[in-house]
């Protein structure tokens, strides 16, 4: 296993390596960014162009645009009514393993957690779709801990095959690949693919990843890139904010996202907003300096400067926060949430979750939400042909 004294910048065996200079890009532009040097004025000229650039999305996740933030919101409202309509794309994610090699000192799943862990067989697998698949839902998420071992790529594929009986559209969020592993996984029919680099910050990523394959930085960040290049369709992008400056790591994220979809422009972009949240024997985790005022700034942020790109809001967040922020920006949100393993077709779930949930509503519940806000509850948009 990797361990803490292994460069977190260096590739291990068996990573493939991309001629590509994204991360000097993202990084090179993160240095010019000091959040206490902008204005209001600058946030008003941000807001006033149709096309706002880097600059403008410094300055709109800055200290000086809390004041605008009801500002901020309309526009970023606008945005969303005019790229999205009034729709609001529902799914699930669905835990089929908590095994994890990693040592991630935030994370319920890292390895030197006492958990119970599991792993769930393909009938077990194809049970819980059976059931999630009742409840009308045609988007789900897999997800499986970081372990080769315990969840190879063989054993990700079949989850997806299943899957595909079941679902119109097909997620994953699942240990980084090579692009080789995401062609067959697109085979297997997987559609899109999310990884939280956690951090943009390689000296704090550094201290918070202390052993398994994570711990190394660019293998992680360029995973997008990979996927892309493996016939991935989408990808999503998110910092877990609360580890390190969020703005910063906010900004890094938007501006990983950017540069990818000018490199790849077929590429469908996602972002998702993820706080921390207390794990099993750890409850006193709590995001740093992020309270739901800062959440709303960066999705508002995201959306004025990826107009095109979906929000996914997770049920990490409460009720309130999740049905006012579909107004706003967001537009997908999750329902009938269970992070523990088998947890939709058994009584109890058979290994333990990653983290505490806020929000626990029903797919009946979520959908009627939606329509209270006066928007449209999408199961899915995708036709097979």
């Known amino acids: 296993m ?50 706002p650039g880097p600059e403008d999305f410094m300055a709109l996740l800055s ?13 970023a409202q606008a945005e969303t009514r005019k790229h999205f309509g009034n729709s609001v794309n529902m799914f699930t994610p669905l835990y089929i393993a908590n095994y994890c090699e990693n040592y991630c000192i935030y994370c319920g799943f890292n390895c030197h957690n006492k958990i119970h862990r599991a792993r769930l067989n393909g009938e077990e697998i194809e049970k819980e779709m059976q059931a999630i698949a009742e409840t009308g839902l045609e988007e789900i998420l897999l997800l499986t801990g970081e372990s080769p071992k315990m969840s190879d790529v063989e054993y990700i594929g079949e989850a997806c095959k299943i899957a595909r009986k079941y679902f119109k559209v097909i997620g994953l969020e699942v240990y980084p690949m090579n692009s080789e592993d995401y062609k067959y996984l697109h085979e297997c029919g997987a559609d899109f693919v999310t990884v939280f680099q956690e951090t943009y910050n390689p000296v704090k990523y550094e201290t918070l990843h202390l052993g398994g394959n994570k711990r190394i930085f660019p293998y992680r960040f360029y995973t997008q890139e990979r996927a892309v290049r493996g016939g991935i369709r989408g990808v999503g992008f998110a910092a877990l904010l609360g580890l390190d400056d969020f703005r910063k790591d906010a900004f890094a994220t938007g501006m990983h996202a ?90 109890e779930p058979k290994g333990d979750e990653q983290f505490e949930i806020e929000d626990g509503r029903t797919v009946p519940q979520i959908y009627q939400a939606i329509k209270e806000q006066g928007l449209q509850p999408v199961m899915s948009d995708y036709i097979f042909v």
């Open 2 to 51: 990797i361990n803490r004294n292994t460069n977190c910048m260096e590739y291990q065996e068996g990573m493939e390596v991309l001629d590509s200079n994204m991360l000097e890009q993202v990084f090179s532009t993160v240095e010019k960014f000091c959040p206490e040097s902008y204005t209001e004025n600058d946030v008003r000229r941000a807001l006033q162009k149709d096309s």
């Open 63 to 75: 200290p000086a645009a809390l004041p605008l933030l009801e500002e901020i919101a309309l526009r």
């Open 258 to 347: 950017y540069l990818l979809q000018r490199k790849y422009p077929q590429a469908e972009i996602t972002f998702s907003c993820p706080r921390l949240r207390p794990i099993i024997n750890n409850d006193k985790i709590k995001p740093r300096d992020v309270h739901e005022p800062q959440l709303l700034q960066i999705i508002c942020a995201y959306r004025i400067f990826m107009p095109f790109a979906g929000i996914t809001i997770s049920s990490r967040e409460g009720a309130k926060f999740r049905d006012n922020i579909i107004k706003i920006a967001a537009t997908k949100i999750s329902a009938g949430v269970d992070v523990g393993i088998g947890g939709h077709s058994q009584n």
